[in-house]
């Protein structure tokens, strides 16, 4: 059985921080490109950051400076530490697993960004 389970969002106040983490079962973790992704009310689904085997990351613009995408081998989990949120950030986040010509999505998990 292939999955990948978020966990972590919630709501928090503009400034606050989260963590969310994403762990990998019956998938090969250690060579994959591992992301997460996001899709607010009304819009499409856009890149928050990626990280590579070699653990080269890429941001998004809008989050550069605030957000920190990490990844533990031994777990197969990756994170992505969240910080000085704003109201914008609020969205669904979705893990997303890539690896050669597979790709695999998890359900996604819910971040309010809300005073």
């Known amino acids: 059985q292939q999955q990948l389970v978020e966990s972590g969002g919630g709501l928090v106040q503009p400034g606050g921080s989260l963590r969310l983490s994403c762990a990998a079962s019956g998938l090969t973790f250690s060579f994959a490109v591992m992301g997460w992704y996001r899709q607010a009310p009304g819009k499409q689904r856009e890149l928050v950051a990626t990280?590579?085997?070699?653990?080269?990351?890429n941001y998004a613009d809008s989050v550069k400076g605030r957000f920190t995408i990490s990844r533990d081998i031994a777990k197969k989990t990756v994170y992505l530490q969240m910080n000085n949120l704003k109201p914008e950030d609020t969205a669904v986040y979705y893990c997303?697993?890539?690896?050669?010509?597979?790709?695999?999505w998890g359900q996604g998990t819910q971040v309010t960004v809300s005073s």
């Open positions: 990280i590579t085997r070699t653990e080269n990351t």
């Open positions: 997303n697993y890539r690896l050669g010509n597979y790709e695999k």
